[in-house]
């Protein structure tokens, strides 16, 4: 299937299409590219809301957009791996079975298959503000990522074979 099949199977079955990812074999290279695709959407998704405060505040937009490209391109892969790591060390005692680069898979697509909310997200936090339907959206947001992330990590630590 084609990413874009896959995000929308994530949303019906989270744990299916990690295990199907995991089917393909263990290859690090395809892990990394998830993950820099869901940081750098997650990236883009900031525009608007930094577009916004700029105007607001009168500041440059430049060094708001640099300060995300850093955060979200440089220091969250790391992040991720970190935590990655952890969830598979946390996952163990409990019974999993899986392998850091399965938890890597399981965190790594729950970010870019919850990308499109984050963008519907960063939509509205630029065209709207601060109000209770862009808290809604990004508590909505929080919800599905790591509704993805346990499922995925769950289907990663406890194959079916």
């Not at 957009?65 to 969250?76: C, D, K, Y």
């Not at 790391?78 to 990655?84: D, E, P, R």
Request: proline share 5%.
């Amino acid at each position: 299937m084609s990413v874009s099949q896959d995000i929308v199977a994530t949303y019906r079955g989270p744990g299916t299409v990690v295990r199907r990812l995991l089917a393909r074999g263990q290859r690090e290279d395809r892990a990394l590219a998830i993950l820099m695709a869901g940081c750098l959407l997650v990236f883009v998704s900031q525009w608007p809301r930094l577009a916004r405060q700029a105007h607001v505040d009168g500041s440059e937009l430049n060094p708001l957009l640099g300060g995300a490209l850093l955060a979200w391109l440089i220091i969250a892969p790391l992040i991720f791996y970190g935590l990655a790591a952890g969830s598979h060390l946390l996952a163990k005692p409990l019974g999993g079975r899986g392998s850091f680069f399965g938890a890597r898979l399981a965190l790594f697509w729950a970010l870019l298959a919850a990308s499109p909310l984050f963008l519907l997200n960063g939509l509205l936090a630029g065209f709207v503000g601060a109000g209770t339907g862009p808290r809604a959206v990004e508590f909505l947001t929080f919800v599905v990522f790591l509704w993805f992330w346990l499922a995925g990590l769950r289907a990663a630590e406890r194959p079916l074979t």
